[in-house]
């Protein structure tokens, strides 16, 4: 099992840039399929990008363009960047982990086995 903590959210205005962090601990993530979701007040969980364990990406259409998600082996950490926010990106941001060895991209919340608690992303029109 693998613990995640996330870090680096915060209060924006639109237009603005974040960037999240999240930290892994227990075992190495270097080649884990790996994931972004989100998830607004009264909506359900929701994906935002996922990295394959081969290194691949791939983002909902909500937010290519404007996201870049990336994966550091040496600090055992990913990251989410978030360029351009928007008040509609306003969410709770969750990292996820998989311990399939799969390597094909995986964008459903039941492919994942360990969640971080969240960090709370708010962007203000």
């Known amino acids: 099992q693998v613990q995640l903590v996330e870090s680096g959210g915060g209060l924006v205005q639109a237009g603005d840039s974040l960037r999240l962090s999240c930290a892994a601990s227990g075992r190495t993530i270097s080649d884990s399929p790996l994931a972004w979701f989100r998830q607004a007040p009264g909506k359900m969980r929701e994906f935002v990008a996922a990295?394959?364990?081969?290194?691949?990406?791939y983002y909902a259409d909500s937010v290519k363009g404007r996201f870049t998600a990336s994966r550091d082996k040496d600090k055992n950490t990913m990251y989410l960047l978030m360029n351009n926010l928007k008040p509609d990106d306003t969410a709770v941001y969750y990292c996820?982990?998989?311990?399939?060895?799969?390597?094909?991209?995986?964008?459903?919340?039941?492919?994942?086995?360990?969640w971080g608690q969240g960090t709370q992303v708010t962007v203000s029109s």
């Open positions: 990295i394959s364990a081969l290194g691949g990406t």
């Open positions: 996820a982990a998989s311990n399939s060895r799969r390597t094909i991209i995986l964008i459903t919340p039941d492919t994942y086995d360990d």
